[in-house]
């Protein structure tokens, strides 16, 4: 009888660890599909008053999609976090349907036909990150050039008419013909990695605190600099292309990760008072933040128009009660529902026990990004880990915190949910760095 090595076993990567959790992966990812199944059937029989007769064709096409996501997981990455992958199935699975909702509702609409193609999309680019990244130590050798292509991607909707695109006021939107695209969703992976071998060669720089403001020991000015730079950087996005969401998710990005690299609360602090000051700019200088921020305001002010969207919002979610109207029995029916405002339609079909179950999955999915984080030995790692669940979370907290009015609603989508290709593939992508980080979490 053989038996692993010491190395192996100190990785937790013995054959009988990595088919533990390739087993619970694939128990969780037919649990997940049936859930899917489930609500496409209850979807049908209110809309339709039958099952619908798409019904095996999508259960097929779904089920293809999770076995390869998951086989390729299974034969690259074997010891990898054996829930991302079915949490992130199930989200996807559920935004699909609500878009399937949208299309009875609209009538002249194909959300869940072109959901689906990026859904496609998406899973390819799961599989194809984890083949070609083996070991996502890789990516620390690849600093700058990964740090210039991020600065690029951010750029490109700067291009003029009709490559760069302007939708509500914001320019964010690369175009190419029919098809549209966000770079910056892209462009948020790659200043992770950007970030996190930054911070893991210069943290001891930015850690030592040899000067004083009054009694507040801080490092040496030069170790500003950095923050300065992504400041720079989100004031760019937010002055050119006018978006707080992006401007708000790159800032927020770095700072949080500089905090966990150092443990300096210098470097949160002075981010938080350099964006406030950039916010606040932006509230003076551009019309449609101020739309926005007086929507969240005071939504009551203008209910035809400013707060209309808000107002829609509330209405949903109180609507829905405790268990919700049931799935197609909702009334909303108003612009950007299939993007911005998907959570609240989910609040009124699903009610507030629906809800809470969508936001449990996210938290899961955050909670084991940390767990990762935390048990990934290599610095860079570490970091890259930390940071993109940290994207991840924010993300979540910025859409779903303007849905409910707690915060202003800056346009981002909801991760694997809200109508949108960029955003489902680089989530797809974010989920397959964090499961290559995990399958050799202890190295």
């Not at 349907?97 to 990026?118: C, N």
């Not at 549209?180 to 892209?186: I, L, R």
């Not at 409910?404 to 797809?428: C, D, E, H, K, Q």
Request: charged letters at 15%; aromatic letters at 10%.
């Amino acid at each position: 009888m053989t038996t692993a090595s010491p190395s192996a076993v100190a990785a937790g990567r013995t054959p009988d660890v990595a088919r533990r959790r390739s087993n619970t992966e694939l128990l969780f990812l037919v649990l997940a599909l049936l859930i899917v199944l489930v609500a496409y059937a209850q979807l049908g029989i209110t809309r339709l008053d039958r099952v619908p007769t798409e019904l095996t064709s999508y259960a097929g096409a779904m089920g293809i999609l999770a076995l390869l996501a998951h086989v390729v997981r299974r034969r690259t990455a074997p010891a990898a976090d054996p829930v991302l992958l079915p949490t992130a199935f199930l989200l996807n699975g559920l935004g699909l349907v609500m878009m399937r909702r949208m299309d009875y509702v609209e009538g002249d609409t194909d959300f869940a036909a072109s959901q689906t193609i990026w859904t496609v999309v998406g899973v390819g680019a799961f599989v194809a990150t984890l083949f070609l990244i083996r070991d996502a130590g890789i990516l620390d050798r690849y600093r700058y050039l990964i740090g210039f292509s991020a600065i690029i991607l951010l750029l490109l909707p700067l291009l003029p008419d009709p490559i760069g695109d302007e939708i509500n006021g914001a320019r964010l939107w690369l175009r190419i013909g029919p098809l549209s695209f966000q770079p910056g969703e892209v462009a948020k992976i790659a200043l992770v990695a950007f970030f996190a071998s930054y911070l893991a060669e210069y943290r001891p720089l930015l850690t030592i605190a040899t000067s004083r403001i009054g009694p507040i020991p801080v490092p040496a000015a030069r170790a500003f600099g950095p923050i300065l730079v992504a400041w720079g950087a989100s004031l760019v996005v937010l002055v050119f292309e006018r978006d707080l969401g992006l401007s708000l998710l790159v800032f927020g990005l770095f700072v949080a990760m500089l905090y966990v690299a150092t443990g300096r609360a210098a470097y949160p602090i002075l981010g938080g008072l350099l964006f406030a000051g950039s916010a606040f700019a932006a509230w003076t200088l551009f019309g449609h933040v101020q739309t926005r921020v007086t929507a969240w305001l005071a939504p009551y002010s203008d209910p035809d128009d400013a707060g209309f969207q808000i107002l829609q919002s509330m209405y949903s979610l109180a609507a829905g009660g405790i268990f919700g109207v049931g799935w197609g029995e909702g009334l909303s029916d108003y612009f950007a529902m299939e993007t911005d405002f998907i959570f609240a339609v989910f609040g009124e079909e699903l009610g507030l026990l629906g809800t809470t179950a969508i936001i449990l999955c996210f938290l899961i999915l955050t909670a084991r990004g940390f767990s990762i984080a935390l048990r990934t030995r290599d610095e860079f790692q570490t970091l890259l880990a930390m940071g993109l669940t940290v994207v991840f979370g924010l993300q979540v907290f910025v859409i779903i915190g303007g849905v409910t009015r707690l915060i202003p609603l800056t346009g981002l989508t909801l991760p694997f949910m809200s109508a949108g290709g960029s955003s489902l593939v680089a989530n797809y992508i974010l989920v397959a760095l964090l499961m290559r980080v995990s399958a050799g979490e202890d190295r």
